[in-house]
Every structure is written in structure tokens, then in C-alpha cells.
């Protein structure tokens, strides 16, 4: 995942938009939830200078066409401006919210030269806003640059259709077309700059929040990340009563195979059995990370006792199949792992997150004293113990028919 990051770093042009499809959504969505805030005050602004326009429309012009702008506004510009602000509530309707700031831009822009039109023609020269829409299109409605630009742009098209529409002279049409246009390139210029290092800014923040929560040897998440993600889940898992399983898994006799095969060996066989845990754990809620040293962990939310005790066996067998050599295991002559797995109903359970960690963490034990290389459960009734962990009575294998 850091790669792709890295890769668009290098990707001098950038501004407009990612190679990588993924990271463009993940960038989206970024930038309009952060800006909501922003864009709820600019919206909230530009509606405040159209209703000061419409207070000297009255307070100077004829009430006919003080009236006439008046309607404009209403029936226009207002609409589309108060759904953008109305969606800055709504999380979901990102894409809905471009759409609004697209018309809201057009809306604005199209009736604030109607205006001036208008007004031109009985000598009365308004305040129209023009040139400020333009502004307003590519900084104030949240719009993504490549939309902007095309907003801005048909912002120009437009305004030549409705003059010659209403009966504008050519000359008056060419000179303000003209104006817009040049705004519009100066603008696009500017946010492009700016558009440029706000995306540099979240790659950079991006590669630095990846390698603070991931493991580089294994490419999994790292303890930091399984803390975090630890919390998150069993609230969750309490909030919506539904179980959670935590599968703690130990590669066997891992110091004798680095003291025999040397530590870079020790490295690889820790990547293949960080790949194995991401073959197995495919579910979007699955999660794993490395616990420490030979250790990993993996947390399932709302995956029943038969089922986790499942996925740990998939992933022991999985690691044996990996056939990695390892003459000097009692446990299978290759790369074995033993699970340890722990499955509670936070929402009726007495235990906490680190009494949960320490069911897994018992069970773990007992797989290791009855000879590695196996899977053991804990039950959520049993006694919470520290230091040397009682093993259970006798093993704790999951129902054949089980499913994941």
C-alpha cells in the first residue's frame, strides 16, 4: 500500500488527478469530508452578499428591476446554494454535493449577468458578481479541480448563450466573454498550484500514517494498529451486540530456527506467514497485525465460536503448507504455528479488552504445552489467570460443520 503512495509522489502531474483509481476515491472523499466545515461557512457567505445585493437592489435601483433581481435570486440562485449548504450535513452524498455546487455555480453566476443585463439596459448599472463566481466555482464550493475547471469554463458558454439570448451586442458579449475567460484561466492556474500540493500534502500524510501503524517485515498492521483497532471493535461488538473473536498465533520453536537458519531466514519465514494470515483473512471486518517478535494476531467481528475456531485451522494448515524448513521443530520438521483463540459477546461479558487478550493469550498456552502446531479455544466462563496458565481439561476443536 505505501508503494502506490510513493508512486503518485513521484507523479509530477498530479493536480488534476491519481493514476491509481483508489487512490483518487480515497483522495475525494478525504478532501470533502475535511472541508465541509469550510465550504458550510462559504456557502453561508455567498448567500449573505446575494442578500446584501438584493438590499441595494432595492435601496437604489427602480422597483421594477429591484424586484425583477429580487425574483432571479429567489427562484435561481437561492435553491441549489441552500441544498449545497443542507448536504454538508449528509456524510454520504459527496457526489451529490458536486453536483449541487456545479449547478450552484452556474445558478449564481448566469443569474448574477442576467442581472447586470438587465439593469445595463434601463441605465442602471447593479452589482452583478461576475468575476467573483468565478472565484466562488473554483475556492468556495468544495468542488473537485478538474470539476471547477470544467464548471468555470462552461460558466463562459453559458453566459454567451444567454446574452444572445436576451439580445446583448456582439461587442458586449466578446469584451465580458473574453474577461471571463481570462478569470478563469488565472483561477485555474492558482488552484491548480494549490490543488497540486493539498494532493502532495495528503500522500505524504498518508505514507507517514502507514508507516506508523504497519509492520514493514510483515506488511501487516502493527501492535499500534491492533491497539487501536482492538478498542474500536469491541465497542462496536458491544454497541451492535454481536461476538468477537481474537486468534493470538505463535510460529513454534521460532529461536531455534533463527539461531539455525539465521535471522534473514527468520525474516522471510515472518513475511510468508503475514502473507498466509492475508490469504486466509479476506473479509472486509477481519483484521490482522503482528503482536510481536514471532507473534501475530487476528481479530473477527461478529464471526461465531465454530468459525473462528475454523479460521484458526485454515490458517495452521495453511502455514504447514507453506512447507518451509525447519529440522529442528518437535512440532512438524517445517514452519508450524499454534493459535490461541478467544470468542466473547462484549455486550454480555464480564471480561474487558485485556481480560479478552488474555484468553487468547491461555488458550495460546495450552496449545503450545500439548505439543504445538494445533489450535485451542478458551471459554469465556473460565477463570481469568496470570503468569503459568492452568491448561484446560481437554481440547477445544471446532464442529465439522462449521463455516466461516
Not at 517445517?334 to 493469550?361: C, I, L, N, W, Y
Not at 492452568?390 to 476443536?397: D, K, R
Request: charged share 20%; glycine share 8%.
Amino acid at each position: 500500500m505505501e508503494d502506490a503512495y510513493l508512486s503518485e509522489l513521484d507523479n509530477k502531474r498530479s493536480a488534476a488527478t491519481f493514476r491509481n483509481p483508489r487512490l483518487e476515491s480515497e483522495y475525494r472523499t478525504y478532501v470533502s469530508r475535511r472541508s465541509e466545515l469550510n465550504v458550510r461557512r462559504q456557502v453561508a457567505l455567498a448567500a449573505a452578499v446575494l442578500l446584501g445585493a438584493t438590499v441595494l437592489d432595492f435601496a437604489l435601483l427602480p422597483r421594477d428591476l429591484a424586484v425583477a433581481g429580487a425574483m432571479l435570486r429567489a427562484t435561481i440562485a437561492f435553491p441549489p446554494l441552500i441544498a449545497t449548504f443542507l448536504l454538508t450535513y449528509v456524510r454520504r452524498a459527496l457526489w451529490l454535493r458536486q453536483v449541487t455546487g456545479v449547478l450552484t455555480a452556474l445558478a449564481v453566476g448566469l443569474t448574477s449577468l442576467a442581472i447586470a443585463e438587465l439593469t445595463a439596459r434601463g441605465m442602471q448599472p447593479a452589482f452583478a458578481g461576475a468575476f467573483m463566481i468565478v472565484v466562488f466555482t473554483f475556492f468556495f464550493l468544495g468542488l473537485h479541480y478538474a470539476v471547477a475547471a470544467m464548471t468555470g469554463f462552461s460558466l463562459v458558454a453559458a453566459y454567451a448563450l444567454l446574452a444572445y439570448s436576451l439580445g446583448v451586442s456582439p461587442t458586449a458579449i466578446a469584451y465580458t466573454g473574453y474577461s471571463l475567460l481570462v478569470m478563469n484561466v488565472v483561477c485555474a492556474i492558482g488552484a491548480g498550484q494549490l490543488e497540486l500540493a493539498r494532493r502532495r500534502d495528503f500522500l505524504k500524510e498518508r505514507v507517514l500514517s502507514y508507516r506508523a501503524t504497519n509492520d514493514a517485515l510483515s506488511t501487516l498492521a502493527n501492535r499500534r494498529a491492533f491497539d487501536v483497532r482492538l478498542t474500536e471493535a469491541w465497542t462496536n461488538a458491544a454497541e451492535t451486540q454481536t461476538p468477537l473473536a481474537l486468534l493470538l498465533i505463535d510460529i513454534d520453536h521460532f529461536k531455534k530456527f533463527n539461531d539455525h537458519y539465521g535471522h534473514q531466514a527468520g525474516d522471510r519465514a515472518i513475511q510468508r506467514v503475514g502473507q498466509v494470515l492475508k490469504h486466509v483473512l479476506r473479509r472486509p471486518e477481519d483484521f490482522a497485525s503482528r503482536y510481536g517478535g514471532e507473534e501475530f494476531a487476528a481479530i473477527l467481528a461478529g464471526i461465531d465460536r465454530n468459525g473462528a475456531l475454523t479460521v484458526a485451522e485454515r490458517i495452521r494448515e495453511q502455514v504447514l503448507a507453506e512447507r518451509i524448513e525447519h529440522e529442528h521443530s518437535t512440532a512438524a520438521g517445517v514452519v508450524s504455528v499454534s493459535v490461541g483463540v478467544a470468542h466473547v459477546s462484549p455486550h454480555t461479558s464480564g471480561r474487558s479488552e485485556k481480560g479478552f487478550v488474555q484468553m487468547a493469550d491461555q488458550a495460546l498456552y495450552a496449545a503450545k504445552q500439548r505439543g504445538r502446531n494445533r489450535v485451542e479455544g478458551a471459554e469465556d466462563g473460565a477463570a481469568e489467570g496470570t503468569g503459568v496458565f492452568s491448561v484446560p481439561a481437554g481440547p477445544l476443536e471446532p464442529d465439522a460443520s462449521s463455516v466461516r
